[in-house]
Structures are given as structure tokens and as C-alpha cells.
């Protein structure tokens, strides 16, 4: 009975899984990558709020010292970019200008509008490609996704595959945590005005001093095409890169505690569409604190899977090169690695079942 549970165990864990999105995951579906998300979302923020958009431009001048040279945002950093907006936030912080605890109206801003053109870019429901459905429909409760992307296209395809799933750790649901926040969250609780059903996700019942609420009503489209413009109701709390990153992240701080319950407590490792830049420290940090100990178990090797077309990725990675248990795969996200997910079962479980030894 004991080595029957402790079997039973073993494969419970076999059949979970660990994912790792990152920006390629969603480009099949229409997502804008970095750099051409920067140039649309800097265009609608000029057409809808030329006011603020004017001290952003004016600073990514200063920055990249166009003086009166027209910023090409096709051809220019989105990290950069935040970088020296963090910089104008740490020096109107010292001043006591800090516009709200959130960041400052200009990093609000600019997030809104990333945000926008993300939603807007985004199908609906009944618009996703295939590869996203089948893709949501093999995860299973028990499996982890950890996604550093802003999106909510996992979020749409999880609803039309019917799978149930929570940010947090929950019983009998896929568990979606976002490491760099998300499109339909919001960093402390809503204003009296703002009519959304948001749901917090209790930080402040630990040490934290500041929560951090999600909303359903803006993981679609529709309700972003009704939003009047930054600044009011919606403040979407996305980490932006950069410099500046290790101060927004710690708002998600929760998220981050104790990583390895993910690579210990899961069986094979897929990594999507994340290309680990070299300068993301922090994200670099998280792997390289827990992959190179991901180890197999009673006998049975763990797989680590990345998935991306970069030719970087191996120099990126390069932690994990030679490591018999990882393979590489050099292709963008499709429909043929969705077979490469099929959890790693014991063969005989069933067997053991049925001839009466559980």
C-alpha cells in the first residue's frame, strides 16, 4: 500500500509540467514582438494623448540625442526608453514629485498604451488559431505556467479550450502566474468610480504593504476600445524593462518568493518564445538559480525544452548547453511541439492499478 502511494506520487508529479512563456509564444496569434508593439502603441499615444505623449517624446530625444530630429520608434529601444523614464521618476521621487505611489504620469502612460495596442492586437475568443487552442487544451491542473508576457492570449485560449485556471496555486485548475504583471491588473484597489469586478490577490494578508487586483472585463478587446485614455479608470500594472525593472517587479514580489516549489514540484520543463536577453538580470537570476539543478528522479530523466527560433538562444542559455536533458529546438512555436508536451507517465501505472495493488 505504502509503495503503491508512493507511486501514485511519483506519477502525479510525472504528469505535471512546467511551462515558460515568453514574447514568441504569442506571435503566431498576432502579438506584437517589442519592436513593432513600440512604434504602433507610441502612434496611438500621439493621436489620442498628444499632451503627455509630447514630455515622453521630448525625454526619448534627450535620451538618444536626436535634438530636433523626429524619434524613429520602428528603429529604437522599448528598454532604453523605460530606463531613462525610470530615471526621470527616481529624480521627481527625491523631490517629493512622485505623481502617485503607481509611477509617474509618464510611465503610466506609456504602459496604457502598450497595454492598448496589445489588447486591440489580440483576437477574441472565437478568433484564436488552433495552435493556441490545442495548446491550452493539453495543459491539465497540476501543470504551471510561468508567462513574462503582458497579453492575455493564454488567458483566452484557457477559456475556449473550457480549462479552468487561477494566478495563484489552486486546486483543480492550471496555475498561470505572470511575472511581469499583465494588461488586466492593476497595482492597489480600484477607484470608487471604476465599476469592474476586480479581485485582489491578498498581498498585504503577508508583509506586503501594497496589493496588486485583477479584472476578467479587460482580458478580451472589447472593453479596451471604450476606455477614454490614460490616467483614469484603467492603469494597467505591466513590469516595463529596463533599470527600473527591479523596483516595479517587487510589487509582484509574492510571485517570485520561493520559485523552486515551480522546478522542483513539476516534471518536464518547456521553455517558450523566451529568448533569456542577456541584460534581463533579473530573469537571467531566476534561471540560473534553478535550472542547472533540475534533476531527474527515480530513474526516470527530466526533460528541459526550448522552444525558439533565435540563433542567440544557445549563447543565452549557454548555462544549459551540453546538458544531456535539454534539447534545443530552433523553430518558432507550432503545432508540431505540441506533441513533444505529452506528460512523462510511469508505463505500467495502470497495470498496477488494475490488478489490484493500490
Request: charged fraction near 25%; charge should be negative.
Amino acid at each position: 500500500m505504502i509503495e503503491c502511494d508512493k507511486m501514485r506520487y511519483e506519477d502525479r508529479i510525472r504528469s505535471q509540467r512546467l511551462f515558460v512563456l515568453g514574447a514568441g509564444f504569442s506571435a503566431a496569434a498576432g502579438v506584437p514582438m517589442t519592436g513593432s508593439l513600440l512604434a504602433s502603441a507610441m502612434e496611438r499615444f500621439k493621436a489620442e494623448c498628444p499632451g503627455i505623449f509630447s514630455r515622453i517624446d521630448g525625454y526619448v530625444r534627450a535620451c538618444f540625442q536626436f535634438g530636433n530630429s523626429d524619434p524613429d520608434y520602428t528603429r529604437l529601444s522599448l528598454s532604453e526608453i523605460c530606463t531613462f523614464l525610470h530615471y526621470i521618476e527616481l529624480r521627481e521621487y527625491g523631490g517629493g514629485e512622485r505623481w502617485s505611489n503607481a509611477g509617474s504620469r509618464e510611465n503610466l502612460a506609456l504602459r496604457f498604451y502598450l497595454a492598448k495596442e496589445i489588447a486591440l492586437s489580440t483576437p477574441n475568443v472565437d478568433q484564436i488559431p488552433q495552435l493556441y487552442r490545442d495548446f491550452a487544451a493539453q495543459l491539465h491542473p497540476g501543470d504551471i505556467v510561468f508567462s513574462f508576457n503582458w497579453d492575455t492570449l493564454l488567458e483566452l485560449s484557457l477559456e475556449a479550450a473550457s480549462m479552468p485556471y487561477a494566478y495563484q496555486v489552486e486546486e483543480n485548475r492550471v496555475t498561470l502566474i505572470k511575472l511581469h504583471g499583465s494588461i488586466n491588473w492593476r497595482l492597489g484597489p480600484p477607484d470608487t468610480t471604476d465599476k469592474k469586478q476586480w479581485h485582489s490577490f491578498g498581498f498585504t494578508e503577508g508583509m506586503m504593504t501594497s496589493d496588486v487586483y485583477w479584472t476578467r472585463e479587460l482580458i478580451g478587446s472589447y472593453s479596451w476600445r471604450h476606455i477614454p485614455g490614460p490616467l483614469e479608470e484603467v492603469r494597467p500594472f505591466i513590469v516595463l524593462p529596463g533599470f527600473g525593472k527591479a523596483f516595479d517587479v517587487r510589487h509582484l514580489a509574492p510571485f517570485w518568493y520561493k520559485p523552486e516549489f515551480a522546478f522542483g514540484f513539476t516534471h518536464d520543463i518547456f521553455i517558450v518564445g523566451l529568448s533569456l536577453a542577456r541584460d534581463d538580470f533579473i530573469i537571467r537570476s531566476l534561471f540560473l538559480d534553478n535550472l542547472p539543478h533540475v534533476k531527474g528522479s527515480s530513474g526516470v530523466s527530466r526533460r528541459t525544452v526550448i522552444i525558439n527560433p533565435d540563433p542567440l538562444v544557445r549563447d543565452n542559455f549557454s548555462f544549459l548547453v551540453g546538458n544531456p536533458r535539454v534539447d534545443f529546438v530552433g523553430d518558432p512555436f507550432s503545432e508540431a511541439h505540441i506533441a513533444l508536451m505529452k506528460p512523462a507517465l510511469r508505463d505500467d501505472l495502470e497495470n498496477t492499478v488494475e490488478k489490484g495493488y493500490g
